[in-house]
């Protein structure tokens, strides 16, 4: 009895080889793992102008103020990477201090464009500073007409529990040059056309250009961004702009959407959101961040 049975295992393991021999692609149910399987990483990104400290705006608007209710804005969205603008040394101190599961990245003079990320699930493989500028490595350097220095920074980050890469990057164009926006455009996508092409790409920033404007044209030209709230499964808040003054709720309606989250390489975005949240008529900013549920894929 024992050697039959043996010897009918033994047709049945001859034909499943036969089968797979034949049809390569079906599983038999002994192959351990499928070599083009995907492997999936889910990040949620924000890009967030947190308006800098000054003296001027006016109660319940002032940086300490708002400081409570920026805390709990960021508690709320859970975001995973923060692409911050506008914000002082003094003010990403006040941050940290709020936001202690966070570290971040950024440059080193006026108003940064800072990159905030979780610890814990992520650590920075390479980053560099860059001025918006014919001139992009001196700290500080402005060519194109506008008067405060603006910037980009970007991070080759390593999602600690899948062991992939990606990049992120931020930035902060200017409000009132359009040759500036438009070099600006023009050095990004040079930038980010020297990353590891393999790998996908996250784009945040306050444009100061809405969604017909030449700088959105040139970032999503010939395929080399999308922007995620055109692309994205869910949108929430479509009605809205995200330049609110500390008193427009509307944001200025969707022409102003100014502040995006746009990607490129293997991601797609499941959700996107521009986050109209207030506290007793209190806004976080003066303009509204936007967040996106952001999956990369790999192939094994």
């Known amino acids: 009895m024992k050697k039959v049975l043996k010897a ?7 034909l499943l080889v036969i089968l797979s021999g034949l049809f390569p692609g079906s599983s038999t149910g002994f192959a351990a793992t499928n070599k083009d399987q ?15 400290k000054n003296n001027n705006d006016s109660s319940p608007h002032t940086w300490n103020e708002r400081i ?14 923060i692409g911050a603008q506008e914000v002082l040394y003094t003010q990403l101190k006040d941050l940290k201090n709020i936001l202690p599961h966070y570290n971040w990245i950024g440059g080193n003079r006026g108003e940064y464009s800072a990159i905030f990320y979780k610890e814990k699930d992520y650590s ?10 014919d001139t992009p490595e001196v700290i500080g350097s402005k060519t194109w007409g506008n008067h405060i220095p603006r910037m980009v920074i ?16 931020n930035t902060h164009f200017d409000h009132r040059s359009a040759n500036a926006r438009e070099k600006s455009s023009e050095l990004i996508l040079k930038v980010t056309k020297e990353f590891d092409p393999k790998l996908p790409v996250i784009l945040t920033g306050d444009f100061n250009a809405g969604p017909d404007s030449a700088p959105h044209q040139i970032l999503t030209s010939d395929r080399e961004f999308d922007d995620l709230w055109e692309t994205a499964e869910t949108r929430i808040n479509d009605d809205l702009g995200t330049f609110n003054g500390f008193e427009d709720p509307t944001g200025e309606g969707p022409d102003k959407r100014i502040d995006w989250i746009l990607g490129k390489g293997n991601l797609t975005a499941k959700k996107i959101k521009i986050v109209n949240y207030q506290k007793n008529g209190q806004f976080p900013s003066d303009h509204f961040p936007v967040v996106a549920d952001i999956s990369l894929t790999y192939s094994k």
């Open 124 to 133: 920075v493989l390479e980053y560099d500073s860059l001025w918006l500028s």
């Open 38 to 52: 995907l492997t999936s990483v889910d990040v949620n990104a924000m890009t967030f102008n947190l308006r800098h």
């Open 154 to 169: 970007w991070a080759k980050f390593l999602d600690k529990k899948t062991k992939k890469p990606f990049y992120f990057v």
């Open 8 to 14: 009918l295992l033994s047709v049945v393991a001859g």
């Open 68 to 81: 409570p209710t920026i805390k709990k804005l960021i508690n709320m969205e859970n975001p995973d990477v």
